[in-house]
């Protein structure tokens, strides 16, 4: 009994010099990293540091960007861009969040790419307010001269019923003003139509790739090039019916022809008593809201090199105006 009580006294204290022993093995340790190794501790605490910076940078970074998208919105511009580099730092947030241990070179070169993008951005901003100011002034002016145009027109034919019920002018007299006032009736009507006509804003261009990648359209190589996407706003007007409405697209080479094949849509339409080609058309009902429409023009051969016009009509109108440059 004594022989068993004495090798459990001996196991306790086996397990106790173990003990004793990793203990001091660890402050040991501990001593060596303080001494010979003195940011060992400030280097992880610097991690830390870094990788609290980079959330709150990278969340600020979100709010702006999205701050850019609602006015780039607003200003008929395309937010795609935008949006992916959103859905990206969301994804840096959560591999923040499950790996703080990143390496802050990458990081920081994420960062770098975000704050250009914002930059770029603020940049098309001002681009897309410089031209809405010009169509909301141009608007502006046309719905002011529609609205005295319809006056116009309604003194016009109250005078000609006023002349006919309350004068007492002879039939010659009267045949001959009434002559008159149909003339100036009918310039007038033709003034409010041109007044009620539709008008693009914001005409922009940009490449689509083999791929599918989606890019601004100025200074592309042609070769890159798969088809094109062209997209405006029309603008709102009191005096426009809303209705179906056929809308044609112009591509104008820099040798002056249009690009035109006619088993993809291609076509011919009248303007000003002359018959124009069109490079492809479209049928919108048009709702009076600011709605945006967009052509995807796909061709079988190259562009050309230079600088390519577009021009959109309707209803006789040239109704907007665009510009893209292929190298």
Known sequence: MQSDSMSSREKRLVRLVYLLTFLVLLLAGMLYIEKFQPGFWALEQKQENFVEDA??????????????MVQIK????????????????????????????IGQA???KKLAYYLRLLGIKDQEIKKLRRENVFLIARNDSLSREAKLLQDGLSNVQKALRDSSATFGIEKKEL?????????????????????AALRAEGVNVYAISSRG???????????????????????????????IKTIYLRIIEPTGNTLSDYSLGSGTVMFKGK???????????????????????ARSTPYREG????ELYSEGFLIGLGTFEVR
């Open 213 to 243: 990648k989606e890019t601004g359209m100025q200074g592309q190589k042609a070769k890159r090039i798969d088809k094109i996407r062209v997209i405006f706003h029309l603008q709102n007007n009191p005096l426009a019916t809303r209705e």
């Open 307 to 310: 600088k390519h016009e577009i």
């Open 74 to 101: 607003r200003l008929g511009g395309r937010v795609n861009e935008l949006e992916k580099a959103r859905l990206q730092i969301e994804g840096d947030q959560k591999e923040l969040a499950e790996h703080p241990e």
């Open 106 to 108: 990458e990081l920081q």
């Open 275 to 297: 018959e124009l080609v069109y490079t492809a058309k479209q049928r919108i009902f048009y709702e009076n809201n600011h709605q945006s429409v967009e052509f995807i023009y």
């Open 175 to 195: 045949s001959e003003r009434s002559r008159v006032l149909e003339v100036r009736n009918q310039e007038l009507a033709e003034k409010v139509s041109v007044a």
């Open 55 to 68: 959330k709150e940078r990278l969340d600020s970074i979100s709010k702006q960007l999205q701050v850019r």
